[in-house]
Each structure stands twice: as C-alpha cells, then as structure tokens.
C-alpha cells in the first residue's frame, strides 16, 4: 500500500521550533524524488512551503525562507521539515507529499502545527 504519512506538529509559541517528519512506503522512494511540503491555514488555500529535490537541492517560499530546513534520510526513507523562529501565521495542517513510480503524487493526511503568540 503506498502510502506518506506526516508526524511531529503541535502547539507551540512564538519563537519556538518544530521538527515535521514525512514517512513513506510502499512505491515512493524519496531518493528518487521531490518531496513537496505544503501548508493550508483555515479559511486560505493550499500553499507551497518548501521542496527537496532528488538531487538534495532545496526551494523555500519567501514566507519561510530562512527559517524552515528541508532535509533529507535515504536510509530511512524519510523527510524532515525544521521550522525555527515560528510566527503565529505559521499555524496551518502541513502535508507532505510524493510521487509515486507509477508517476502519482500522493499526499499525506497532515499533521496541524498551531502557533501561540
């Protein structure tokens, strides 16, 4: 069954970290692909927060840049998602997805980060 599966949110302050961590099995092989982590806040849309490519490079939005860390664990086929210095508009359910070798992007169910300020 294939499947992605994110862990790590809670409720955290202003200022403080999180480590987000994105599980895959079955046909998704993260060293072959790029790992999309996304974000939706209630009431707004969908929106991209970071990806890490096959390769390792890394792309942030604007928003996070600077503060949130994108890594990679081949060995354990898993995604990391740092967050540093999170701000109250940091709170959403952040998703991780994937493709499959059938060539279908997969996503998580989520994982809600809420931020205090």
């Known amino acids: 069954q294939v499947q992605l599966v994110e862990s790590g949110g809670g409720l955290v302050q202003a200022g403080g970290s999180l480590r987000l961590s994105c599980t895959g099995s079955?046909?998704?092989?993260?060293?072959?692909?790029?790992v999309r982590w996304d974000r939706q806040a209630p009431g707004k849309e969908r929106e991209l927060v970071a990806t890490?490519?096959?390769?390792?490079?890394?792309m942030y939005a604007d928003s996070v840049k600077g503060r949130f860390t994108a890594s990679r664990d081949n060995a354990k086929n898993m995604d990391y998602l740092q967050m540093n210095s999170l701000k109250s508009e940091d709170t959403a359910v952040y998703y991780c997805?994937?493709?499959?070798?059938?060539?279908?992007?997969?996503w998580g169910p989520g994982t809600q980060v809420t931020v205090s300020s």
């Open positions: 079955g046909s998704i092989f993260f060293s072959a692909n790029t």
């Open positions: 997805s994937a493709v499959t070798i059938a060539g279908e992007r997969v």
């Open positions: 890490i490519s096959s390769g390792g490079g890394t």
